[in-house]
């Protein structure tokens, strides 16, 4: 029998790229003409939509693998505060923070609201991070 290993390789990934979007976008924003930083804030934004989503999947399929037998029931908060009581990540109010930001992303149509998900996104890369060292930990 084969033993099934968790793969989050996707999640590491889109995270390196957030992580790199973000820095790319520090490092220029004060140089750059408004619409380039509009254009960078944007494409921040949008790795953080695609890394967000891989993040609450991983989640849900290690508490599958390892876990809960039956996260499919499970709400995005519940599954958030699952993945808090297993020390997946550290707070799960936090969490349904960013899932508030993601949900709307789609609907950004003013720089306040992309300057508030923005900075949201800042404070998500330490936490995905997070949940990235606690897999690595775990998932051997």
């Given at each position: 029998?084969?033993?099934?290993?968790?793969?989050?390789?996707?999640?590491?990934?889109?995270?390196?790229?957030?992580?790199?979007?973000?820095?790319?976008?520090?490092?220029?924003?004060?140089?750059?003409?408004?619409?380039?930083?509009?254009l960078?804030?944007?494409?921040?934004?949008?790795?953080?939509?695609?890394?967000?989503?891989?993040?609450?999947?991983?989640?849900?399929?290690?508490?599958?693998m390892?876990?809960?037998?039956?996260?499919?029931?499970?709400?995005?908060?519940?599954?958030?505060?699952?993945?808090?009581?297993?020390?997946?990540?550290?707070?799960?109010?936090?969490?349904?923070?960013?899932?508030?930001?993601?949900?709307?992303?789609?609907?950004?149509?003013?720089?306040?609201?992309?300057?508030?998900?923005?900075?949201?996104?800042?404070?998500?890369?330490?936490?995905v991070?997070?949940?990235?060292?606690?897999?690595?930990?775990?998932?051997?």
């Amino acid at each position: 029998m084969t033993e099934t290993r968790l793969d989050y390789s996707s999640l590491e990934k889109a995270t390196t790229t957030l992580e790199t979007a973000i820095r790319a976008y520090e490092a220029a924003k004060d140089g750059a003409l408004a619409e380039e930083r509009d254009l960078m804030r944007d494409g921040v934004i949008q790795r953080f939509e695609y890394t967000f989503e891989l993040a609450w999947k991983t989640i849900k399929r290690f508490l599958e693998m390892y876990g809960l037998e039956r996260v499919d029931k499970l709400t995005s908060r519940d599954l958030f505060r699952a993945g808090a009581e297993a020390g997946l990540i550290r707070d799960a109010s936090t969490w349904f923070d960013y899932l508030a930001d993601r949900n709307q992303t789609s609907h950004i149509y003013d720089d306040i609201v992309a300057a508030e998900v923005y900075d949201s996104v800042k404070n998500f890369l330490p936490d995905v991070l997070y949940l990235l060292a606690q897999l690595q930990e775990r998932v051997r």
